[in-house]
Each structure stands twice: as C-alpha cells, then as structure tokens.
C-alpha cells in the first residue's frame, strides 16, 4: 500500500500494478496526489471505494500496560504450574490441555486506534477429576482483565 503524507491510505495493491513507483514516491513525498489504476479517489468515484472500517463487536479497548503486567504475571504462574507436583500428575494423561492467553488487535486506520480481543483459552480434556483439578487451579490462579473461553 501506499499511504500519502496525512496518513491516509491512497492505494493498496501489488506494487507491480503501477507504471512507476519511484515517480508515486517522489509524488507523494511532495505532497501530491497520485493518480491512474488503483487510487482511492479513482475507485471511490467509480463506486469501488474502499469499504469504511467497522469495529468488531467483540473487540474493545483495553490498557495495554495492564495487559502487559497481567501477561508477565501468566509467564510466572504457567511456570509454578510446571513445578507443581499434583499438577503434573492430574495432566500427564490428558490428551489435551492447555492454558494460553491470546490478544488480538484491530487497527483502524481512519482514526488511528485500536481495539483488542484479550482472551484466556482454557482447554481441558481427559478424566473428570484431572479436569476438576486444573480447572479449579485456572479459576483460582489465573486472573486478569480478558476473557474466558473454557473448552
């Protein structure tokens, strides 16, 4: 893609697409607009603009230095859940088990901001009274701001 001086996107595609690309470069560097196949203005004149960002429903905002302080607190407690003994035990025949946190984010471009899925997946499979185990483990131990998704 290549975005103007004010930010905003003015083409995406495959660099390949336009007739001189170090002359777009020059172009934009001076403030100018580009024109031909591709560019924004063009599509949108056309009735091929470019569709308007929507926030997804499920993403939001969150303070990210929480989320830092929330995941270097996960690091530790995923390690004392490795040295742990009855822990260890419950899960060595599961055949599956895990506990990760993910954070996905959304950027909009038009406003430049973000939003953020923060999610703790919590994925358990084997003897009923290992899942318990664990699971009360989690509930206790684990915590933070994002969500929980218990499978």
């Keep these: ?4 001086k004010s930010g905003k996107i003015v083409f995406k595609g495959h660099p390949a697409t336009r007739e001189n690309l170090e ?5 934009l560097l001076k403030g100018e607009a580009l024109t031909g196949e591709g560019i924004a203005e063009e599509k949108a004149a056309a009735g091929n603009e470019e569709p308007k960002y929507e926030p997804r429903p499920d993403f939001k905002e969150y303070d990210l230095e929480v989320v830092t302080n929330e995941i270097e607190t996960f690091k530790d407690t995923c390690k004392a859940m490795s040295e ?3 822990l260890k035990e419950a899960a060595k025949d599961m055949p599956r088990k895990f506990c990760v946190i993910t954070l996905e984010q959304h950027y909009s471009p038009q406003n430049d901001s ?3 899925r923060y999610m703790n997946h919590r994925v358990l499979v084997g ?5 318990d185990l664990l699971s009360k483990h989690f509930e206790e ?3 933070g701001s994002f969500e929980i998704n218990n499978q």
């Design 84 to 86: 742990n003994d009855a």
């Design 114 to 116: 973000s939003l953020f």
């Design 127 to 131: 003897k009923q009274d290992s899942i």
């Design 1 to 4: 893609m290549l975005i103007d």
């Design 23 to 27: 002359a777009d470069l020059d172009t």
């Design 141 to 143: 131990n684990v915590k």
